[in-house]
């Protein structure tokens, strides 16, 4: 192997950036905090447990990787400040198990996909010299990943070890008593579907089905808000995603009905989406070339049948996925040999994905060793 990955915290130090303004007065209480080798839902756990309130009284936009040092942000509520008798005693807290960077204010709570995206700072360490043609093979990746996108799949830290998170909803499906809807069993569902979004993106990589005609389209920085359109004849056909869906009531899934404006479709700006799966669940059109591969989703998972028996009792947060990412702001340079990146990815990407792919067929051990591949193709 030529690298070494995460050998100290040091070599994975990642910061989130808000996609909003902050203020001094405002009823949603926002924190920055930075830990160290620390889960974030140890921080927030260990909160609740001390000031005895609900884990849904604390926001987070998103989970952050234990290995390394991150900064984070997390948003409390007047009222729960209040509880926690204001916030004086919960940043003394705070402040023993983790550090503040600075606190801040906002008219509403954090939530996932609100903040922008995180930048990323990486070490890879230097184990052994790479051969002339590899070192060229790093180079040429690296040039091109400033201009080539890469599959947008989740990554080893979301499916935990030995992928438990998805061996555990295969047990819940056996259960014959009614199943908890508490945080933990949620989430360990959404996992589920995460792996079979994996499954969904590699297939349409393989057979370079990535643009389709109908696909469902999302803005780059948007994400999934309001900016939402299906793709014909290389043009954007654009409909209200919050009206239509306010008239699907617990279903298991629909598709866009009425465009409302049409306009030129731009790569760089809208991307392709697939499914992690749950109700009312939005799919590309009925006989279309996106649902042929949405349709495969639904069977192959068996999703229909989970639903009918499981997924209906829950009101689950579900998303199409953009299929494609790209790193922004690369810029790479050697340290006494390692290997140095900074870069920025949205909120729906994992830097071990963009590292897979461009170190796979360099240091392909070193991507073994490193859980640095593509967990796909669960099997039922």
């Excluded at 609100?114 to 990746?141: D, M, Q, V």
Aim: hydrophobic residues 40%; glycine residues 2%; contains cysteine.
């Amino acid at each position: 192997m030529y690298f070494s990955f995460k050998t100290t915290p040091d070599d994975f130090i990642v910061k989130e950036i808000l996609d909003f303004d902050l203020d001094w007065i405002w009823d949603f209480f926002y924190i920055l905090f930075e830990k160290r080798s620390t889960n974030t839902m140890d921080i927030i756990n260990s909160i609740c447990k001390e000031f005895n309130i609900k884990r849904e009284d604390l926001w987070i936009a998103w989970l952050k990787d234990k290995d390394g040092i991150t900064q984070q942000w997390m948003s409390i509520s007047k009222k729960t400040l209040n509880y926690c008798w204001w916030q004086s005693k919960l940043l003394f807290f705070l402040q023993n198990i983790t550090s503040i960077i600075q606190t801040w204010r906002h008219p509403s709570p954090l939530a996932v996909w609100k903040n922008k995206g995180n930048h990323f700072a990486i070490r890879l360490r230097k184990k052994s010299n790479l051969p002339e043609n590899l070192k060229n093979s790093l180079e040429k990746n690296l040039v091109d990943s400033g201009s080539l996108w890469f599959p947008n799949v989740y990554w080893y830290q979301r499916f935990w070890k030995w992928n438990k998170n998805y061996k555990s909803v295969l047990k819940i499906f056996s259960w014959e008593e009614k199943i908890p809807q508490n945080y933990e069993v949620k989430f360990k569902f959404q996992v589920f579907w995460s792996l079979w979004f994996n499954e969904y993106v590699m297939k349409r990589w393989e057979e370079n089905k990535i643009l389709l005609d109908w696909d469902i389209m999302v803005n780059w920085w948007n994400a999934f808000w309001t900016k939402i359109a299906s793709l014909s004849n290389n043009k954007l056909q654009h409909f209200d995603y919050r009206k239509e869906k306010e008239d699907i009531i617990w279903k298991p899934f629909w598709e866009p009905k009425n465009p409302l404006w049409e306009s030129d479709y731009t790569p760089w700006i809208w991307i392709p989406t697939g499914p992690v799966l749950w109700t009312e669940q939005l799919l590309c059109k009925t006989w279309t070339q996106g649902r042929i591969y949405d349709n495969y989703l639904l069977k192959t998972s068996k999703f229909l049948e989970w639903w009918d028996k499981i997924f209906k009792q829950f009101k689950i947060y579900w998303y199409r996925r953009p299929l494609l990412t790209i790193p922004q702001n690369l810029k790479w340079f050697r340290d006494n040999w390692d290997l140095i990146l900074n870069f920025f990815l949205p909120t729906w990407c994992y830097a071990s994905s963009f590292l897979a792919f461009i170190l796979k067929d360099i240091d392909p051990k070193w991507c073994e060793s490193n859980n640095l591949k593509i967990l796909r193709e669960p099997q039922l």
